[in-house]
């Protein structure tokens, strides 16, 4: 019996500028600023689980002044935290 040669697919991490620039399109309104329900649909567009918390959660950790929103300047300190989730490209 031959088997079929199939492509083994490659992931790797994503490094934090690959991160921001993914980040900085779920503004989904274009205001400068990612929400925390922003967050919560980009995160699912990729493919998490847990997105309601993971969301709050990175919220919570990025939004350095406390406006609820992530803005331009925090996005860096998102993209360090989001980091640790181990998302990769494939």
Same mark, same amino acid.
């Given at each position: 019996?031959?088997?079929?040669?199939?492509?083994?697919?490659?992931?790797?991490?994503?490094? #934090?500028?690959?991160?921001?620039?993914?980040?900085?399109?779920?503004?989904?309104? $274009?205001? $400068?600023?990612?929400?925390?329900? #922003?967050?919560?649909?980009?995160?699912?567009?990729? $493919?998490?689980?847990?997105?309601?918390?993971?969301?709050?959660?990175?919220?919570?950790?990025?939004?350095?002044? $406390?406006?609820?929103?992530?803005?331009? #300047?925090?996005?860096?300190?998102?993209?360090?935290?989001?980091?640790?989730?181990?998302?990769?490209?494939?």
């Amino acid at each position: 019996m031959r088997k079929s040669w199939c492509p083994r697919q490659v992931e790797t991490p994503m490094t #934090e500028d690959q991160l921001r620039s993914m980040i900085k399109r779920f503004d989904r309104n $274009g205001d $400068g600023k990612i929400s925390r329900r #922003e967050l919560r649909i980009g995160l699912r567009s990729i $493919g998490l689980r847990f997105t309601y918390f993971r969301a709050w959660s990175a919220l919570r950790h990025a939004d350095l002044n $406390g406006d609820g929103v992530i803005s331009d #300047e925090e996005i860096n300190e998102l993209a360090k935290y989001v980091s640790k989730w181990g998302i990769t490209i494939s």
